[in-house]
């Protein structure tokens, strides 16, 4: 069974240039959720999608977005981006909301110069 | 307030020996699990072991091990027979009640270096 696949695994952008990370859940598996991870933070919720709906959103400014399409494939943007936003940004998927454990992607590291 | 606590930055452990990462939670919510995962340098987290506010016996998982001390809001890991692959980030998490879905509030993490 293939596990959680997050595109791309790195990139690099700069200052005020915006970003979409994609992520595929594990087949069957109908809730993804972003969570950013940094030196300085840690690990942070950013928002929950369940059924193509937004369940829930951590406390992020509204440059941070995400959706979910048909096929419980995610994708997060974030426009305008800021030095503070690089990160390792961490994709997970469970079969069911607010059931069992998150099963996590490699991430998707991005870099802001 | 935090609502996971690791306040072991950094540990290090013999093959062979175990080893007791600490992690202390906040909650007043009576539902609540608690999770650790651990993230080699790939950074991929991996699933461990969890634990259930209401299980009445601690969690296992081959040579993993939850001590779970409710009454002192302790979820300590326990990883028995270390071997020189567990050396990694370890992150215990919580997911509060019933209504928050998959929100998990994560500790700031204990790098765990095993030595041959």
């Known amino acids: 069974k293939a596990g959680v696949t997050q595109t791309p695994r790195y990139l690099i952008k700069t200052r005020g240039q915006q970003v979409t990370l994609s992520c595929s859940p594990i087949?069957?598996?109908?809730?993804v959720s972003w969570y950013q991870q940094t030196p300085g933070q840690g690990l942070q919720f950013l928002f929950e999608y369940f059924s193509e709906t937004q369940r829930n959103k951590g406390n992020f400014p509204g440059r941070f977005s995400g959706r979910q399409f048909s096929n419980s494939r995610s994708e997060m943007n974030v426009s305008t981006l800021e030095l503070g936003d690089s990160a390792l940004y961490l994709c997970?998927?469970?079969?069911?909301?607010?059931?069992?454990?998150?099963?996590f992607g490699e991430g998707s590291r991005l870099t802001v110069l | 307030a935090q609502k996971i606590t690791q306040t072991q930055p950094g540990m290090f452990v013999q093959e062979k020996e175990a080893v007791t990462l600490d992690c202390t939670y906040d909650t007043s919510d009576p539902s609540y699990g608690l999770f650790w995962y651990k993230q080699p340098s790939s950074g991929e987290m991996i699933f461990l072991i969890y634990q259930g506010s209401y299980d009445q016996q601690n969690a296992t998982e081959g040579r993993y091990s939850l001590n779970f001390q409710k009454a002192r809001k302790s979820a300590n890991l326990v990883i028995s027979a270390s071997q020189l692959g567990d050396s990694a980030m370890y992150f215990c998490a919580m997911r509060e009640g019933r209504t928050t879905g998959n929100q998990f509030y994560f500790g700031t993490g204990t790098s765990l270096t095993v030595i041959p």
């Open positions: 997970a998927s469970s079969p069911g909301w607010n059931t069992g454990e998150l099963f």
């Open positions: 087949s069957g598996h109908r809730s």
